[in-house]
């Protein structure tokens, strides 16, 4: 099945740990029935800022126009703990950009 972006990100939480960071981001749908959620992409930029792209399949059969959050977690290996100064997360109305101290996590 196709995934598409969800409409927003409303709250990111990154766990730092030696070798990967878990992603774990809430979001919201413009509809009801999105299923299996995920954290695309996982490049590290130049400039240490992982990109991802929180998706989504749409729903294929009836659905209610109502804004229904969504959440998913996503563990992302890393070359070494202090390779990522940054997560980004983009969505169909916005890119949310969490950053976090090299001191964060365990």
């Not at 409409?7 to 979001?27: C, H, S, T």
Request: proline content about 8%.
């Amino acid at each position: 099945m196709s995934t598409r972006q969800v409409m927003e990100v409303n709250q990111v939480v990154v766990i730092k740990r030696p070798f990967d960071l878990v992603v774990v981001a809430n979001g919201r749908t413009e509809a009801s029935n999105w299923s299996e959620p995920i954290l695309v992409g996982g490049s590290i930029s130049s400039d240490g800022c992982l990109e991802l792209s929180f998706e989504a399949v749409p729903p294929h059969g009836p659905s209610l126009p109502v804004i229904t959050p969504i959440a998913m977690s996503h563990s992302q290996p890393i070359p070494s703990k202090n390779a990522v100064k940054s997560v980004r997360i983009s969505v169909g109305t916005q890119d949310c950009w969490q950053w976090y101290e090299n001191h964060v996590g365990s």
